[in-house]
């Protein structure tokens, strides 16, 4: 089974962008429910959101346990039109999610 990140650091290391993008162009990333929602609530498609995973900048990694109980996972920032959004990928059973879409 294959690690989805190293959560020894908030570091975000080359082997785990690498890993998000594979997982990506094998079709093996999903968009959690309430991630479309509040996208579709904002006028963002799900394309648009895994386009901030192939064009976004990583900004942050949130560790497990963080004190503002954020789900553990790498950010991404992208520019979309005049607006910027941010994403999250989450690594759940194997899979990595993508679970939260703040604007």
Do not use: C
Not at 11 to 21: F, K, M, T, V, Y
Not at 38 to 54: F, H, M, N, S, W
Request: charged share 25%; hydrophobic share 45%; net charge negative.
């Amino acid at each position: 089974m294959r690690r989805g990140f190293d959560f020894s650091t908030s570091q975000i290391l080359d082997w785990e962008l690498e890993a998000i993008q594979r997982a990506l162009w094998q079709q093996e990333i999903d968009i959690d429910d309430h991630a479309i929602q509040r996208a579709r609530e904002r006028g963002i498609t799900a394309v648009q959101l895994l386009e901030a995973i192939v064009f976004g900048e990583a900004t942050t990694k949130d560790l497990p346990n963080n004190v503002l109980g954020r789900v553990p996972g790498v950010n991404f920032e992208y520019q979309l039109g005049t607006r910027w959004i941010r994403i999250k990928v989450a690594y759940f059973d194997g899979y990595f999610v993508v679970t939260v879409h703040p604007v």
